[in-house]
C-alpha cells in the first residue's frame, strides 16, 4: 500500500508540474493547480517519511511516473484549461475509489496509516470538485479524454503494487 500510494502522490506532483510548464501562473485556474500541487507535495511527503520509517521501497518505476505524469500534465494543459482539469477529475476519481478499497481492507490494522489515507482521499475528493467546478466536463472530448486517463491510471495503479 505504501508503495503505491508514494507513487501516486509522487505521480500527482508531474502532472501538475507539466501543467504548471505549459500555463503558467496566469492561466485560468493557476491558483486552484498550485493549492492542489501543494497539496499532493506535502502526501508525498507523508508518505516518504513512512517508508523510510517502515524500511518500504519506492517503486521501481518511478522513473517512469516522473516522464509519464509530467508529459500528462503538460498534454492535457496544452489542449487547455478545462482539459487540465479534466485530468484531475479524472485522476481524483480513481483515487477516490483507490483509497476508499484500501480503507476497507486495512480495516483497523494500521490506525496510523488509515488515518493518512482517510485525510488525503478527503484532499483528493476536494481537488475533484474544484475541478468539476472549473469545467472539467466541459473539456474537448471529456467522455474519451476521462475515460483514457482513468484507465492510465488504474494500469499504474496495478504496475506500482508489484514492481
Known amino acids: 500500500m505504501l508503495r503505491v500510494d508514494q507513487a501516486g502522490e509522487y505521480g500527482a506532483t508531474r502532472i501538475y508540474a507539466g501543467q504548471m ?8 485556474h493557476a491558483g486552484e493547480i498550485a493549492h492542489m500541487a501543494e497539496q ?6 507523508k508518505f516518504d517519511a513512512l517508508l523510510a520509517r517502515r524500511g518500504v521501497r519506492p517503486t521501481a518505476l518511478q522513473p517512469v511516473w516522473n516522464v509519464a505524469g509530467f508529459a500528462l500534465g503538460a498534454a492535457t494543459a496544452l489542449i487547455g484549461p478545462k482539459a487540465a482539469m479534466a485530468c484531475t477529475a ?12 484500501q480503507l476497507e481492507e486495512l480495516g483497523d490494522a494500521d490506525p496510523e496509516l488509515a488515518e493518512m489515507i482517510r485525510a488525503f482521499r478527503d484532499d483528493e475528493r476536494a481537488h475533484k470538485e474544484v475541478a468539476i467546478a472549473a469545467g472539467a466536463e ?4 471529456y467522455p474519451l479524454l476521462s475515460g483514457a486517463i482513468r484507465l492510465g491510471c488504474r494500469m499504474a495503479i496495478r504496475l506500482s503494487e508489484r514492481i
Open 90 to 101: 479524472a485522476i481524483e476519481t480513481e483515487i477516490d475509489r483507490h483509497y476508499t478499497e
Open 40 to 45: 499532493e507535495a506535502a502526501h508525498r511527503a
Open 138 to 141: 466541459q473539456a474537448p472530448a
Open 21 to 28: 510548464a505549459v500555463m503558467g501562473d496566469r492561466a485560468p
